[in-house]
């Protein structure tokens, strides 16, 4: 059974440009979520999805970020217009639920640098 | 709002030996629970072991288990019999029990990169 699949592994853009990030959760999984790693910050919870509907973004740290679940397996996370701090790697996990017993499932993450 | 702190940056083991890295939490929750996550060199999170805060029996995975202390609000994971493969970053994390208002999210350390000897 695959995993969380992320698209790009890697990307670099230039500061202003907008940056949009895939994720693929597990198949049957119905609670998704967006972390970010930073040597500054750790690990932090962007948002999070379940049945495809945003439940908590307190974590977007600003407007420039957006993040969309079209269907139960597919999202996005886009960043318009990126700045060099967002440089970061960005992880999708996804769970079979919300009930706390549910473990998440890391993608690989994308590396993201803004030039 | 609950903390998790790995106060080792760093460790390092001889290959075949034991070792224990550390992680304490704070919360006022009685329901919860505690995992730790490998993060070797390609970035996967990966997860080690899990324990469920009502569980009184320290959770055990083949050569990783925990020593749970609730009262302590203690969380080690000891590796045995250490491998190469074991070298990476290890992340503590707490998820809360509760309800809804308590959030779904992970909380993380800082984690502790594990160094293996050969």
């Known amino acids: 059974d695959a995993g969380v699949i992320q698209s790009p592994r890697h990307e670099v853009t230039e500061m202003g440009q907008e940056v949009t990030l895939r994720c693929k959760p597990i198949?049957?999984?119905?609670?998704l979520f967006w972390y970010r790693q930073t040597m500054m910050r750790g690990l932090e919870l962007l948002i999070y999805f379940n049945n495809n509907v945003p439940i908590d973004d307190s974590g977007m740290p600003e407007d420039r970020f957006s993040a969309k679940m079209p269907n139960a397996s597919f999202s996005t996370l886009k960043i318009q217009p990126s700045e060099p701090r967002d440089s970061a790697v960005y992880f999708c996990?996804?769970?079979?639920?919300?009930?706390?017993?549910?473990?998440?499932?890391f993608g690989p993450g994308t590396r993201l640098t803004v030039l | 709002a609950q903390t998790v702190t790995q106060s080792q940056p760093e460790m390092s083991v001889q290959e075949a030996e034991t070792v224990t890295l550390s992680c304490t939490y704070d919360t006022s929750e009685s329901d919860y629970y505690l995992f730790w996550y490998k993060q070797p060199p390609s970035r996967q999170m990966i997860l080690v072991i899990r324990?469920?805060?009502?569980?009184?029996q320290n959770a055990t995975e083949n050569r990783f288990s925990v020593n749970f202390q609730k009262a302590a609000k203690s969380f080690s994971l000891k590796i045995s019999d250490s491998q190469l493969g074991d070298a990476a970053m290890y992340f503590c994390?707490?998820?809360?029990?509760?309800?809804?208002?308590?959030?779904?999210?992970?909380?993380f350390g800082t984690g502790t990169r594990l160094a293996v000897r050969p």
């Open positions: 994390a707490y998820r809360s029990g509760g309800t809804k208002s308590s959030g779904d999210k992970l909380t």
């Open positions: 324990q469920e805060a009502y569980k009184q």
């Open positions: 198949s049957g999984h119905n609670s």
């Open positions: 996990a996804s769970s079979p639920g919300l009930i706390p017993a549910d473990t998440q499932y």
